[in-house]
């Protein structure tokens, strides 16, 4: 029974030595392409070591440094996590702090990242760097909140801006409401045009009609002297002016003719009669 034992204890010994040769075999060949700037080599030796001893710390650790470098934050953040998980003493914990933040900083995500090196300057109060990133995460967070500032004051200002816009619309369909929704009232209506021209017209052929009626107040009466009176009954060009005739003067006219005609047709028979007078002898029977 006691040799049994003692077999057993040498056994598992001997496959703890070898677990922690393989572990500490991985972690030293990642840190060598790491030094090397192999990020990828250096993942793949890093997950040997953590798969050897899951309970590693510097596994973990060093495997978020190698998925930082490679850009791939998720995956990074993730085995960091682990990590703290896995971290024995607080200086432990606030390397891996310190990393998160650097973390959510390259992701732009800065009050986490804020966050994360707050937690870290609690478990080591000395660390400058991290109080250093501490403050630039804080700055570049400033700054963000100011251009979302920013941002929002230019689309309020905007909102605001179509809504004046838009009352001042309605204002102006409320006051001409015969033009809501016409597409032509920024056009030049040909039929206000036509009626503006009529208009004009209009009013020229009033000018005319009242400097007419000027012209015949100054023209001569009946009983001015006789120079002016016969200039009165030529045209400018000197060529008599018609006449206009009344009804009652047409007619006597028109009798007058009729009278005449007929005083000529009675001569015109009598001279008929002289000529057909009978020859001296001759019986008229």
Sequence with gaps: MIRRSLLLAIGLLSTLHVLAQAYNSGIRDGNKAFENKAFDEAEVNYKKATTTNPEGF?????LGDALYKQERYDEAIDA???GLNTAKTDAEKARVLHNVGNVYSAKKEYQKAAEAYKQALRLNPNDDETRYNL?????????????QQNQQDKDQKQDQKKDQDKQQQDQKQQQNPEK???????QNDPMDEQGENDDAKKNEDQKSDQQKDQNQDQQPQDGDN???GEQSD???DGQPKEQKMSKQEMEQLLEAIANAEKQTRAKLDKKKKVKVKTKPGVKDW
């Excluded at 403050?135 to 251009?147: D, I, N, S, T, V």
């Design 58 to 62: 510097e596994g973990w650790f060093n």
């Design 80 to 82: 960091f996590e682990k």
């Design 135 to 147: 403050a630039k995460a804080l700055r570049e967070l400033k700054k963000e909140q100011q251009q």
């Design 180 to 186: 809501k929704d016409d597409p032509k009232t920024d």
């Design 226 to 228: 006789e120079s002016k």
């Design 234 to 236: 030529q045209n400018k």
